[in-house]
């Protein structure tokens, strides 16, 4: 089986700029979790999907948002880009409902915000 | 405040040794997830627990919920178990909550 899959691996954009990333999950996957990971905070949650509904949202503004398809290949887009939201952004995908399933990260998409 | 906390950050460790990360929590949770993360990001998900302990190979992993304490163990470490190590957890409110990460050099 292929493993996740996210879309692109690099991305450089400069401040105010929109950004959307993209993760295709293992096969037969219904939930796919979004993570940002920095130096500084380490790893925080954005959002999990479940049968395209978002089911949890982390403490994150507004200008991140998500969305889940018919096939369970999500997407999640950031808007107005600041200096800060440059990190490597993680997804996963788990079978069931995230945190009660075991979850396969993707390798993950570096965005650096110039 | 921290909802997870982690301890050691760094560790070192010559090859064989037996090595044991410590994680608390705060937070009521549902489950517990240790995290393995190599240089260049990949992240793999070692142990999901929510009770008890499990055991892979040569990983052991151990949850108090009362005590709300989990140990990752590793036992004679080698080189290739170089990594980062992340104790996360799934709150009874469906948040999640990672730890900052236990660095682990393993030297032969």
């Known amino acids: 089986k292929a493993g996740v899959t996210q879309t692109p691996r690099y991305l450089i954009k400069t401040r105010g700029q929109q950004v959307t990333l993209s993760c295709s999950p293992i096969?037969?996957?219904?939930?796919v979790s979004w993570y940002q990971q920095t130096p500084g905070q380490g790893l925080q949650f954005l959002f999990e999907y479940f049968s395209e509904t978002q089911r949890n949202k982390g403490n994150f503004p507004g200008r991140f948002s998500g969305r889940q398809f018919s096939n369970s290949r999500s997407e999640m887009n950031v808007s107005t880009l600041e200096l800060g939201d440059s990190a490597l952004y993680l997804c996963?995908?788990?079978?069931?409902?995230?945190?009660?399933?075991?979850?396969?990260f993707g390798p993950g998409t570096r965005l650096t915000v110039l | 405040k921290n909802e997870v906390e982690q301890s050691p950050q760094n560790l070192t460790a010559q090859e064989g040794e037996f090595i044991t990360i410590n994680c608390s929590y705060s937070v009521g949770i549902s489950a517990l997830h240790w995290l393995q993360q190599h240089p260049g990001g990949g992240i793999v998900s070692l142990f999901m627990?929510?009770?008890g302990k499990k055991k892979h190979g040569r990983l052991i992993a151990t949850i108090n919920i009362q005590e709300k304490h989990s140990s990752l163990h590793i036992t004679a470490s080698h080189p290739r178990d170089s990594a980062v190590y992340i104790c996360?957890?799934?709150?009874?409110?469906?948040?999640?909550?990672f730890g900052t990460g236990t660095s682990l050099t393993v030297i032969p």
């Open positions: 996963a995908s788990s079978l069931g409902v995230a945190g009660y399933n075991e979850q396969f």
């Open positions: 996360a957890v799934r709150g009874t409110g469906n948040q999640f909550y």
């Open positions: 096969s037969g996957h219904r939930s």
């Open positions: 627990l929510s009770s």
